[in-house]
Each structure stands twice: as C-alpha cells, then as structure tokens.
C-alpha cells in the first residue's frame, strides 16, 4: 500500500464508538480485522473495548506490549490523525504497555472538544469532496509540524 492510499483511508469515524469501529472497518483493505468488544483484557485500557468506545485495528498484528510495527510513513499518518482530531481519540502505542493496533475516545461523553470533532467529521461527509479524507496530506511540512507539537504536548 502507497503512502497515499494510507492518508486517504484516515479513520475518519473514530469518535462515534461502534459506529466509528465500523467505518473505520469500512475503510480498511479487504480481509483487515477490526476488532470492537473483544472479551480478552490483556492491558486495563482494553476494558474501554467493552464499552465501543475504543477499538483495535488487527490486533493481533499489534499486540499489548508489542512496539515498532508500523513503518515510519503510517507512524506520520497515525500523528496527524491525533494531531488533527486534538486529543478526542488517544492512540495505544503511547501506552505502558503499548498497543499500536488500539485507538480509543480519550475525553468524557459529552466533553465539548469530542462534540466539536464529531461535527468536523460529519462536516467531512457533507462536504464538497475537498475535506477529510483523501484530501490530507500528512506530510505537508506545516501539518507535521503541528503533529510534532501535538505530540509534545499530549506527552
């Protein structure tokens, strides 16, 4: 898979719970296991599993205390994801102990920043075609710069 292909197939449901496993699902390759309501906890944070408001992309590619699998290209991808969605969605391979396959919604319900990214992605489905997906190039020197930031202030 070509960089490009990566970027356009941002997880663009990640905040809606179970409705954002299954377009996330939606956006995988053919035979790409997306994993909601797993009963296995191996890692206290798997829990959130349970309650669809985390998931596991191939999990068992990536599993719990597993780091380094992803090439340097998605790992770009992944940061600009979390950069631009501004903390709403948290990313397992920043956890002790790492899980890269693991994204989950990182604010309260109702919390006013998870509000504002549900919109922005719903404003990305309404949109003319020039937003969201497809239309994001995360190696854009300014949006890794502002992934970079965002990496250092979410540590």
């Given at each position: 898979?070509?960089?490009?292909?990566?970027?356009?197939?941002?997880?663009?449901?990640?905040t809606?719970?179970?409705?954002?496993?299954?377009?996330?699902?939606?956006?995988?390759?053919?035979?790409?296991?997306?994993?909601?309501?797993?009963r296995?906890?191996?890692a206290?944070?798997?829990?959130?599993?349970?309650?669809?408001?985390a998931?596991?992309?191939?999990?068992?590619?990536?599993?719990?205390?597993?780091?380094?699998?992803?090439?340097?290209?998605?790992?770009?991808?992944?940061?600009?994801?979390?950069?631009?969605?501004?903390?709403?969605?948290?990313?397992?391979?920043?956890?002790?102990?790492?899980?890269?396959?693991?994204?989950?919604?990182?604010?309260?319900?109702g919390?006013?920043?998870?509000?504002?990214?549900?919109?922005?992605?719903?404003?990305?489905?309404?949109?003319?075609?020039?937003?969201?997906?497809?239309?994001?190039?995360?190696?854009?020197?300014?949006?890794?710069g502002?992934?970079?930031?965002?990496?250092?202030?979410?540590?």
């Amino acid at each position: 898979m070509k960089t490009g292909d990566l970027t356009r197939r941002r997880f663009a449901g990640a905040t809606v719970g179970v409705a954002g496993a299954a377009a996330l699902g939606s956006l995988l390759p053919a035979g790409q296991a997306v994993a909601v309501g797993e009963r296995r906890i191996s890692a206290e944070y798997e829990s959130n599993h349970l309650s669809g408001t985390a998931i596991a992309i191939r999990p068992r590619s990536y599993p719990v205390g597993v780091k380094g699998g992803l090439y340097p290209n998605e790992l770009v991808v992944v940061r600009d994801i979390l950069a631009e969605l501004d903390g709403v969605v948290r990313w397992g391979g920043d956890f002790t102990p790492a899980k890269e396959s693991h994204f989950e919604i990182g604010v309260k319900p109702g919390h006013p920043r998870l509000k504002g990214v549900a919109r922005k992605i719903l404003g990305w489905e309404a949109g003319p075609g020039d937003q969201g997906a497809g239309a994001t190039d995360a190696f854009d020197p300014e949006r890794r710069g502002r992934a970079r930031a965002f990496a250092r202030r979410a540590a």
